[in-house]
């Protein structure tokens, strides 16, 4: 269903707000002994969840794009550069299981999904600025963190997405 | 409203951690004592130390951060990054211990056996 374009940019910008204020907001969370430096719980993962299922894939990616961008102002460029490449790879592949894979996975699988490719894709890029394979023995730890990190965003789609839902009528995605 | 996860989901979170488990177990067999830090600034080897030879802790600086080795331990003093990620990354004392400065490319990887060196410049 269409709305008009208003409401949609209205839309847009209280999401695109909402995920800058969770990603600045987990900032402030003091470093997990044991896991990899800088890992956080990636909250703003229900963001862009909420919005692929419910508004479009092309606003989720202007989202995404939008908070690195925002990263990049507040945290550096390489922390840009991290937010962008997990975010970007995270995303793609949210949008993709969105399309494709038909239910068979609920909100839960689908933001561990999301929580390990968002790490692999900030690996990646870690990788190449440091040019040492030896960041990928992080990669244990990472998945690990993305299990818990991933139940955590995932069961509070679960339960807020109806009552969203409710507030937004119009849905993109059936799921 | 349906269940709270699918059976795939709970599938999928039990494989991966698996995965994880399969991956981290080498390490429990492998805190061989003499340890060797090798420092790289760009992709490319810049020093190599043999942490159990140190008797007194010692200060490198290097592309704008500082590194302290002492016996069987190193870890970042100090960097003008930003998010002070590799500072707070803390001691490392076991083999495939990484610590690492994104913004300066400065990456610290430990590992196991002794060097024929005590400390080589690159």
Redesign the interface.
């Given at each position: 269903m269409k709305r008009n374009s208003a409401a949609r940019a209205a839309l847009l910008g209280i999401l695109t707000a909402e995920a800058l204020a969770l990603s600045f907001l987990e900032g402030f969370i003091p470093p997990i002994p044991g896991m990899p430096p800088g890992a956080k719980p990636g909250l703003s993962n229900i963001i862009t969840m909420f919005t692929v299922y419910s508004v479009g894939w092309h606003e989720a990616l202007i989202i995404t794009v939008l908070k690195a961008g925002f990263a990049a102002l507040t945290r550096g460029v390489t922390a840009g550069l991290m937010s962008l490449s997990g975010g970007v790879l995270s995303t793609a592949v949210l949008i993709l299981l969105a399309k494709f894979s038909k239910g068979r996975f609920g909100y839960l699988g689908i933001s561990v999904i999301c929580a390990v490719t968002h790490n692999f894709g900030q690996l990646i890029v870690s990788f190449i600025l440091l040019g040492s394979a030896a960041v990928f023995g992080y990669i244990p730890f990472l998945i690990i963190f993305a299990i818990i990190t991933g139940a955590v965003t995932g069961t509070v789609l679960k339960v807020t997405m109806p009552v969203l839902l409710k507030q937004i009528k119009f849905s993109s995605y059936k799921r | 409203?349906d269940?709270?996860?699918?059976r795939?989901?709970i599938l999928?979170?039990l494989i991966?951690?698996m995965?994880?488990?399969v991956?981290?177990l080498p390490r429990f067999f492998s805190s061989e004592e003499p340890l060797t830090a090798s420092i790289?600034v760009?992709?490319?080897l810049a020093y190599q130390l043999d942490l159990s030879k140190i008797e007194t802790a010692y200060e490198i600086p290097i592309n704008n951060t500082v590194i302290v080795a002492d016996k069987n331990v190193i870890r970042f003093k100090s960097s003008d990054?930003?998010?002070k990620?590799?500072v707070?990354?803390g001691k490392l004392t076991r083999a495939?211990g990484?610590?690492?400065c994104?913004?300066n490319?400065v990456?610290i990887?430990l590992s196991g056996g002794s060097s024929e060196y005590d400390a080589i410049t690159y």
């Open positions: - | 409203m269940k709270l996860a699918k795939s989901d999928l979170i991966l951690f995965l994880a488990l991956l981290i790289y760009d992709g490319e990054c930003k998010d990620l590799c707070n990354t495939n990484v610590a690492a994104l913004p490319r990456l990887v």
